[in-house]
Nanobody
Framework: QVQLVESGGGLVQPGGSLRLSCAAS????????LGWFRQAPGKEREFVAG?????????TYSDSVKGRFTTSRDSAKNTLRLQMNSLKPEDTAVYYC????????????????WGQGTQVTVSS
């Protein structure tokens, strides 16, 4: 079992920044990929970013966030972070952390474990 807990969401003005955290516990180790997804009201859950948990040297990003969002890992705390800069109103959504065995993929149903989500609202 893998448990994921997101934190760090909130309200921010356009152009601002937020940092989300995903604390992972349980049987997460080599061979897992972690991903960030988001879901806005009335829309499907979409891929934001992903990284191989152990040994992954590069992250994968969706075109809509590339150059603005960055993932990082704190291995000592088993935490994956998502730094979000230059936020736009269209970034407003519930953000989820997810995990799966294997490589990073962009389809949400391919992920086995999910956190509860954290709300990000970008508005003036």
């Amino acid at each position: 079992q893998v448990q994921l807990v997101e934190s760090g969401g909130g309200l921010v003005q356009p152009g601002g920044s937020l940092r989300l955290s995903c604390a992972a516990s349980g049987r997460i180790a080599s061979g897992y990929a972690l991903g960030w997804f988001r879901q806005a009201p009335g829309k499907e859950r979409e891929f934001v970013a992903g990284v191989i948990w152990v040994g992954g040297t590069t992250s994968t990003y969706s075109d809509s966030v590339k150059g603005r969002f960055t993932t990082s890992r704190d291995s000592a705390k088993n935490t994956l972070r998502l730094q979000m800069n230059s936020l736009k109103p269209e970034d407003t959504a519930v953000y989820y952390c997810a995990a799966r065995r294997g490589i990073v993929v962009r389809r949400a149903p391919e992920y086995t474990y999910w956190g509860q989500g954290t709300q990000v609202t970008v508005s003036s």
